[in-house]
């Protein structure tokens, strides 16, 4: 049976798996060491930065010839999973970049594309997402956002909420409605902002229960003036820009939610190999056998459900939208429970933070949440199962 090629299907390659080894390395020796202090300081890791530009896995989805990696859908999700393993703040430098950047991939022209797409290659800039609004999460179609055409410019008013590494990313997707009149969802467009646009500021720091060496903040536009080759892609197509967006990119949380239980099980894994009680290690104990035994089939189930929808995000495949979906929602639940089990399996000093354990935990939670709450992820999966 192993010469049948169908079988190679489920088995990455030895490239990937070389990869893998390769930001393992850099994120135990070079980002780890930095995670507990990231995350109790609120501070960004410009430690993980650093050691990810050099290594060029900040942004590795961008294409060689804007001087990037070109790193195919999974090589990055394994980039993104390695990294949350031991820091969930560091993976969302080239889970974040992905984002950003995926409209301009998807819909730009070849002028935009070599206009951001290289500088964020090199590592001199970062690339965030602005699609949220204070009364525009979940309906996205419902923005207030606007611009407004000005000769060959357009002037951009309004709010964006939630925005992961504002204020630190140098680029910024945004999206805004430039026909109020015209068919809802059908009357947005998507521009690239530039930080030292004149009139874009940013709010304060949100502070959050995880994620915390990530910024968090507003982006507040004051009659931003936008050149209109920063437009991504035509007119009014910026919605539909921004959700095929969030198809391919869903699978890279998905791959955060695997990293980050992954780390938590192995941690909980040494620990009770360690800790005694009744005379022996509590890992010679059935009981914790079987949480690890479930915790351990959760995370392997997740992960090759992110791994498929990395496939199909490769090929661009008509039914990414449901394997997207289903990947993050499915990881981000595997991520809350086994992380939540990691803490309940070191006990009382899984409760404090000398252990890693309760910080992924805290991490965890927002994989159910950003890029679509895991709700609508299931509104999705299942408009899709019977249209």
């Known amino acids: 049976m192993s010469g049948n090629p169908d079988f190679d299907l489920f088995k990455t390659s030895d490239d990937h798996e070389e990869l893998r080894q390769a930001i393992r390395t850099i994120a135990e020796k070079q980002i780890a060491p930095h995670a507990a202090s990231v995350d109790h300081e609120k501070r960004f890791p410009s430690e993980a930065l650093s050691a990810l530009v050099a290594s060029d896995f900040h942004a590795p989805h961008v294409g060689g010839e804007y001087g990037g990696m ?149 982006l507040f536009f004051d009659n931003v003036r936008i050149p209109g080759n920063r437009m991504i892609g035509p007119e009014g197509t910026g919605l539909k820009l921004a959700l095929r967006t969030l198809d391919h990119t869903r699978v890279t949380i998905g791959a955060q939610a695997v990293g980050i239980a992954q780390g938590a099980l192995d941690y909980a894994i040494g620990y009770v190999k360690e800790r005694r009680q009744f005379g022996k290690a509590i890992a010679e104990f059935q009981a914790i056998q079987f949480m690890l035994a479930d915790m351990a089939m959760e995370v392997e189930a997740a992960r090759q459900m992110v791994y498929v929808a990395a496939a199909k995000s490769e090929r661009d495949d008509a039914d990414l939208g449901f394997f997207g979906a289903a990947a993050k929602c499915y990881a981000g639940d595997v991520a809350m429970k086994v992380t939540t089990d990691a803490v309940q399996l070191l006990g009382g000093a899984g409760y404090v933070e000398d252990h890693p354990v309760e910080r992924m935990m805290r991490d965890a939670k927002i994989t159910q949440i950003y890029e679509g709450t895991n709700q609508i992820q299931r509104l999705v999966m299942g408009r899709m199962l019977v249209r």
Do not use: H
């Open 70 to 218: 070109g790193a195919d859908a999974l090589a990055t999700c394994i980039v993104i999973e390695e990294v949350a393993r031991v820091c969930a703040s560091s993976s969302l430098i080239p889970a974040v970049n992905k984002l950003g950047s995926m409209p301009v991939i998807l819909g730009g022209d070849e002028e935009i594309k070599r206009t951001y797409l290289t500088p964020l290659a090199k590592g001199d800039a970062m690339f965030s997402y602005g699609l949220s609004e204070r009364e525009a999460g979940s309906d996205t179609a419902s923005m207030k956002t606007r611009a407004v055409r000005d000769g060959d410019d357009w002037i951009l008013n309004g709010q964006k909420s939630w925005i992961t590494n504002a204020g630190v990313s140098e680029y910024y997707t945004v999206l805004a409605v430039t026909d109020p009149d015209g068919r809802r969802g059908a009357n947005v467009s998507a521009f690239v902002v530039e930080k030292s646009d004149e009139g874009f500021t940013f709010g304060e720091p949100e502070r959050k229960l995880g994620i915390k060496g990530s910024p968090t903040r507003e």
